[in-house]
């Protein structure tokens, strides 16, 4: 099948399952339930969810045949996402997928059962979801994609392109949708404190209240670290060009970030993270417990650089830091 081809047939996936279920009986058609950070119309959802189907496809899963989804966009009001996780669970589907912890741990207030896989678990390892990284135990498995070791790069790359750097801002999520052990600021802290860098933390609860957080770490910080979660996705534009308005570099997780106009970015490949999730779900589908499915950590990361923000910024890259990046934005 020709990528157009494909990417058209996944794209028409949302509207399926219950076309589906009705062309074949219920017994031949595993239901996977979907809890998902982004809006159906997000320009993110087409290829993260075309990268999972396509996997499973792979690996004898065909929509209608005897796989279909159930979709719950966790977007909007946090709120919603609870009774989003539990008409899931109510449904009894076979597998539940969530883009993040924060969703997942809705999720086992619904049910400690039905098997769970986290796409791109922030920090899955003391949250109380898994007993270890090596055997989670219980319901949840996936992807964790936070690291000490990452958020130390991210400040240091930060430090580079920003040599006067000492004071760094970190825009703190507050929502149903996001769990955040202490572990997570303190590993910023740290890699900051050794690179003699205050760290000055700004929380905010609701996707509104973002171009203020920007403008207020603008007044007193020389750089800023966004951190990825369902309120900032949907307005990554319009945090990277408050950013670009208060002349502020920013460092996002993932290259969506830069792509909107963040300075630059230093994170896995989003894409890879859901064909990973599918090759989960296989192996539930198949009988696997999840308890028994260690969770994996990346091992490729992405630099990604915008220089038409830098340019705008005033920064200038040095050669040397272009080589080191994966992909330049111009």
Not at 4 to 27: H, K, L, N, S, Y
Not at 136 to 159: A, D, H
Not at 227 to 235: D, E, G, Q, S
Not at 278 to 297: E, I, R, S
Request: proline share 6%.
């Amino acid at each position: 099948m020709r990528r157009r081809e494909f990417i058209g047939f996944v794209g028409g996936a949302v509207a399926w399952p219950t076309v589906a279920r009705a062309q074949q009986p219920r017994d031949q058609i595993r239901v996977v339930g979907l809890l998902w950070g982004l809006a159906a119309d997000d320009p993110e959802f087409k290829p993260r969810f075309a990268a999972f189907a396509g996997r499973l496809q792979e690996l004898g899963w065909t929509q209608g045949k005897n796989v279909a989804f159930e979709f719950r966009f966790a977007v909007g009001d946090p709120d919603r996402f609870s009774a989003m996780a539990a008409e899931l669970v109510q449904m009894n589907v076979a597998v539940i997928v969530t883009s993040n912890v924060g969703l997942a741990s809705l999720v086992r207030q619904a049910t400690s059962s039905i098997p769970t896989v986290i796409v791109q678990g922030g920090e899955i390892e003391g949250t109380g979801l898994i007993a270890s990284l090596r055997k989670p135990g219980g319901n949840v498995t996936g992807t964790q994609i936070l690291t000490p070791e990452l958020m130390s790069k991210r400040v240091e790359l930060l430090k580079q392109l920003v040599p006067n750097l000492t004071r760094l801002g970190v825009i703190f999520p507050i929502t149903p949708a996001v769990v955040t052990t202490p572990h997570l600021l303190r590993s910023i802290a740290e890699a900051a404190r050794a690179l003699q860098i205050d760290v000055h933390v700004v929380e905010v609860r609701s996707s509104h209240e973002y171009p203020e957080a920007i403008a207020a770490i603008a007044r007193e910080d020389h750089a800023v670290i966004v951190i990825a979660n369902p309120l900032a996705i949907p307005k990554a534009k319009a945090i990277a060009n408050s950013a670009i308005q208060n002349r502020l570099p920013m460092m996002g997780e993932f290259r969506l970030y830069t792509a909107a106009g963040g300075l630059l970015s230093y994170g896995p490949d989003t894409v890879m993270l859901h064909r990973d999730a599918a090759t989960y779900v296989d192996k539930l589908l198949k009988g696997d417990k999840p308890g028994d499915l260690p969770v994996q950590n990346p091992t490729k990361f992405e630099l990604v650089i915008n220089l038409k923000t830098a340019k705008a910024l005033g920064i200038t890259i040095p050669e040397s830091f272009l080589v080191l990046a994966d992909e330049v934005i111009e």
